[in-house]
């Protein structure tokens, strides 16, 4: 009905994928065949393992990080810049004006970026494994998560009004500006004229508030807590129960599907 409330791209990429969970998996396809029978995306998933021996490994928030796209940046001795935003923090000291090792690159740092969320980036640790989180200079000046699309949005209004080369904190003020302008809706005319935002204000505001509500990357993970020794059992090493002496059976491990070191593999 024309009455009705729209609904949001968000929304309808959550029917879309409660549609593929539901629906798409769980039926049949022509293009999936057993003999005699077709058979389920599911039920193809779940025999291609168990003839491979696998079991699925649930991706960690390490790889949700290795999918960003990547870009290669130097260490400076102010920090990291990308997109004329300067990201630091104090993990960064060891590697301040330092080589990679990685000549293909020319010595650069590996680093991997949302687009959609200009707070964070992510640094791989060339000489130890994962990543290190570097948040942004100016981190909470903004009053919502913002991505490239906003920022290049305000760096063009800044050039547009006579300034061709904005500062940082000259961006990240109009960035807010154009935020919370376009999210408080049409201004009052009754004090006098007043700048309304324009519809490309509005289109990079939805978009970039879009962006912030739906699921991401998760935030860089908390030092984990101490590990604590288990207290010795009254009893020592034997078990309560009395069953030391019974045999134990073999213990067969299964392997573990790891997507990123499958695709390492040549057959």
């Known amino acids: 009905m024309d009455d009705e409330p729209l609904w949001s791209m968000l929304e309808i990429q959550e029917f879309l994928?409660?549609?593929?969970?539901?629906?798409?998996?769980?039926?049949?396809?022509?293009?999936?065949?057993?003999?005699?029978?077709?058979?389920?995306?599911?039920?193809?998933?779940?025999?291609?393992?168990?003839?491979?021996?696998?079991r699925p490994l649930a991706m960690g928030g390490?790889?949700?990080?290795?999918?960003?796209?990547?870009?290669w940046r130097a260490v400076n001795s102010y920090g990291i810049k990308i997109n004329n935003r300067i990201y630091d923090c104090p993990d960064l000291a060891p590697f301040r004006r330092q080589l990679s090792g990685v000549t293909r690159k020319?010595?650069?740092?590996?680093?991997?970026?949302?687009?959609?969320?200009?707070?964070?980036?992510?640094?791989?640790?060339?000489w130890e494994t994962g990543w290190i989180p570097v948040p942004w200079k100016h981190l909470g000046t903004v009053p919502q998560p913002f991505g490239d699309l906003a920022w290049d949005h305000a760096a063009a209004d800044l050039r547009g009004e006579g300034n061709p080369t904005p500062t940082e904190e000259e961006t990240a003020q109009a960035v807010a500006k154009l935020l919370v302008r376009a999210n408080q809706g049409p201004a009052d005319q009754s004090d006098g004229p007043v700048s309304?935002?324009?519809k490309r204000d509005w289109r990079v505001a939805a978009r970039t508030r879009a962006a912030a509500e739906s699921p991401g990357p998760p935030p860089p993970r908390p030092e984990p807590p101490p590990?604590?020794?288990?207290?010795?059992?009254?009893?020592?090493?034997?078990?309560?129960?009395?069953?030391?002496?019974?045999?134990?059976?073999?213990?067969?491990?299964?392997?573990?599907?790891?997507?990123?070191k499958e695709a390492d593999k040549r057959w």
């Not at 057993?34 to 995306?41: Q, S, V």
């Not at 390490?62 to 870009?71: A, F, K, N, S, W």
């Not at 309560?240 to 045999?247: A, C, I, K, L």
């Open 196 to 198: 309304r935002p324009s």
């Open 106 to 126: 020319r010595d650069l740092r590996e680093i991997h970026r949302d687009p959609y969320d200009a707070g964070w980036i992510w640094m791989r640790h060339h």
């Open 17 to 54: 994928d409660e549609w593929l969970v539901a629906k798409w998996r769980s039926g049949p396809h022509h293009g999936l065949r057993d003999p005699g029978r077709t058979i389920t995306p599911n039920q193809k998933y779940a025999a291609l393992l168990e003839s491979a021996r696998l």
């Open 62 to 71: 390490d790889h949700y990080v290795e999918l960003l796209p990547e870009t």
């Open 227 to 260: 590990v604590v020794e288990d207290e010795p059992h009254p009893h020592g090493d034997e078990a309560v129960d009395g069953t030391d002496d019974e045999p134990i059976a073999k213990v067969i491990p299964l392997g573990v599907f790891a997507p990123f």
